[in-house]
């Protein structure tokens, strides 16, 4: 899968590792959208998740790399 970065240029970015959605690690509940998510300079995109059945919060990290093409 392919993720749009944010740069001016058009380029763009590929997710490294997987994109689907994580299961919640304490109860293994589906969890659908993130509560927020942030791009840092270092190239990864952070995920906090909070699931709906049993509370627990946890981040995620996309590492991104920039393919030139």
Same mark, same amino acid.
Do not use: Y
């Given at each position: ?7 001016? +240029? ?35 995109? +952070? ?23």
């Amino acid at each position: 899968m392919i993720v749009q970065s944010a740069c001016r +240029d058009g380029s763009r970015a590929l997710a490294t590792e997987s994109l689907r959605r994580p299961k919640c690690p304490r109860c293994s509940g589906n969890l659908l959208v993130a509560e927020e998510s942030r791009f840092n300079a270092r190239g990864h995109v +952070d995920h906090d998740w909070s699931c709906d059945d049993c509370g627990h919060q946890f981040v995620t990290s996309v590492r991104l790399w920039r393919r030139l093409d």
